[in-house]
Nanobody, 127 residues
Framework: QVQLVESGGGLVQAGGSLRLSCSAS????????MGWFRQPPGKEREFVAA????????SYADSVKGRFTISRDNAKNTVYLQMNSLAPEDTAVYYC????????????????????WGQGTQVTVSS
């Protein structure tokens, strides 16, 4: 089982940027696709972004496409979510997750496809 720890959340003004990090231990992330999800206040958790094990296949929610970018540094066993042009509706707890299966060629978008989750990091965007 891989342990995931998110960091980089915080309070930012609308239009600003943040970069979230997801550090892993217990297993190399280089074989696994990764995903970012978020849970806005009072709402269900929703998909944000994901990649496949190689990072060449990515997928984004329509609401963040063109503003958020998922990337990874396998040498550091870390995945990132660069968030630009943040808006108040991006306020949420952000979670990273690791694909259940290794070497998958497509980026997953469904929570059930991910087997390990971090504890989340709060992102608050003020207007």
């Amino acid at each position: 089982q891989v342990q995931l720890v998110e960091s980089g959340g915080g309070l930012v003004q609308a239009g600003g940027s943040l970069r979230l990090s997801c550090s892993a231990s217990g297993r190399s992330l280089s074989m696994y696709g990764m995903g970012w999800f978020r849970q806005p206040p009072g709402k269900e958790r929703e998909f944000v972004a994901a990649d496949n094990w190689s990072g060449y296949s990515t997928s984004y929610a329509d609401s963040v496409k063109g503003r958020f970018t998922i990337s990874r540094d396998n040498a550091k066993n870390t995945v990132y979510l660069q968030m630009n042009s943040l808006a108040p509706e991006d306020t949420a707890v952000y979670y990273c997750a690791a694909d259940k299966y290794s070497w998958d060629t497509i980026a997953k978008r469904t929570e059930a496809d991910f087997g390990s989750w971090g504890q989340g990091t709060q992102v608050t965007v003020s207007s």
